[in-house]
Nanobody, 115 residues
Framework: QVQLVESGGGLVQPGGSLRLSCAAS????????MDWYRQAPGKQRQLVAG???????NYVDFVKGRFTISRDNAKNTVYLQMNSLKPEDTAVYYC?????????WGQGTQVTVSS
């Protein structure tokens, strides 16, 4: 059974940093790409960043230069390093994987950027 478990969220001041983690289990983590999404209150879930099985990363424009996605296949974990956080980054952050044509989501971790 595929499971994705996020951690690392919290309350941070504007300009601060957080590192999110997503621990995967139940499938061959290393052969699939992984994505991070976020959903703010009253808004649709949106893609933030993705990383291929080979480690190539891509980002949406509003996080480029501030966020970094990475993966550790030995630990079956994908990370999202978030720097220079802004109040508009406040959202629940989810990791996502499509494995064998099936979508899997974690339970989400809350990130709140506020002074």
């Amino acid at each position: 059974q595929v499971q994705l478990v996020e951690s690392g969220g919290g309350l941070v001041q504007p300009g601060g940093s957080l590192r999110l983690s997503c621990a995967a289990s139940g499938y061959i983590f290393s052969i699939f790409g992984m994505d991070w999404y976020r959903q703010a209150p009253g808004k649709q879930r949106q893609l933030v960043a993705g990383i291929t099985s080979g480690g190539s990363a891509n980002y949406v424009d509003f996080v480029k230069g501030r966020f970094t996605i990475s993966r550790d296949n030995a630990k079956n974990t994908v990370y999202l390093q978030m720097n220079s956080l802004k109040p508009e980054d406040t959202a629940v952050y989810y990791c996502y994987c499509n494995a064998w044509g099936t979508s899997y989501w974690g339970q989400g971790t809350q990130v709140t950027v506020s002074s």
